[in-house]
């Protein structure tokens, strides 16, 4: 499995925005979906957005639909998620993870390779 490790996180005000990374290493990261998810202490890992091995397709949730883009540049070994208009309910730990496969996933459980999780804060 890839090791990854999210960075790019802050705080921000409301209509702000931020661009998280996601370094991977360890394994060639060409052949890996990327999925970028978040987390509120005490609730559950929330998908926001995924895409396939070469960044082509992509899927977003609905709460971010429109506002974030995903995208990976696998010269680099790198994912990215560009957050635009942020909200004050985006606030939570941010997870990058990955998997080989041909397309992309939604699942958590369907993910190996997971970030420490990076911090971003909005405020009203």
Do not use: H
């Amino acid at each position: 499995q890839v090791q990854l490790v999210e960075s790019g996180g802050g705080s921000v005000q409301a209509g702000g925005s931020l661009t998280l990374s996601c370094a991977a290493s360890g394994r060639t990261f060409g052949s890996y979906a990327l999925g970028w998810f978040r987390q509120v202490p005490g609730n559950v890992r929330e998908f926001l957005a995924a895409c396939n091995w070469n960044g082509k397709n992509t899927y977003y949730s609905d709460s971010v639909r429109g506002r974030f883009t995903i995208s990976k540049d696998n010269a680099k070994n790198m994912g990215y998620l560009q957050m635009n208009s942020l909200k004050p309910e985006d606030t939570a730990v941010y997870f990058c993870a990955a998997e080989p496969m041909s397309t992309w996933s939604a699942a958590i459980n369907e993910y190996r390779s997971w970030g420490q999780g990076t911090q971003v804060t909005v405020s009203s």
